[in-house]
């Protein structure tokens, strides 16, 4: 399900997204969107080292939003979303960042 064809890969891809101007914030994450012309979303993800210096906390924050979004994604849903975290969040909070997640995926549809 999620191999290349679901994911972000290029620059232009993320610049895409980021010049639309589409933004939806939560506690902990920017949720950014502008529809594709293809059937099926694309995913990306930004989190920077300023938000959290250690790689393991960023791939466990990276692996965590593609589980939740895999589950709470409509397959057809033809939209190029990039998550952008801007505070750092760990295992104790996966259930917040899975609540948050289901409201900004609410306010897109």
Known sequence: MHNKDYKLLNADDFSSVFNFRKRLNSPHLFFHFTPNLLDHYRL????????????????????SIREILKDLLPQNLSFDIVVRVHKSFYRNEFSQIRSELELLIGRVK
């Open 44 to 63: 990306g993800f930004v989190i920077g080292k300023k938000i959290e210096k250690k790689a393991v906390r960023r791939n466990y924050m990276r692996r």
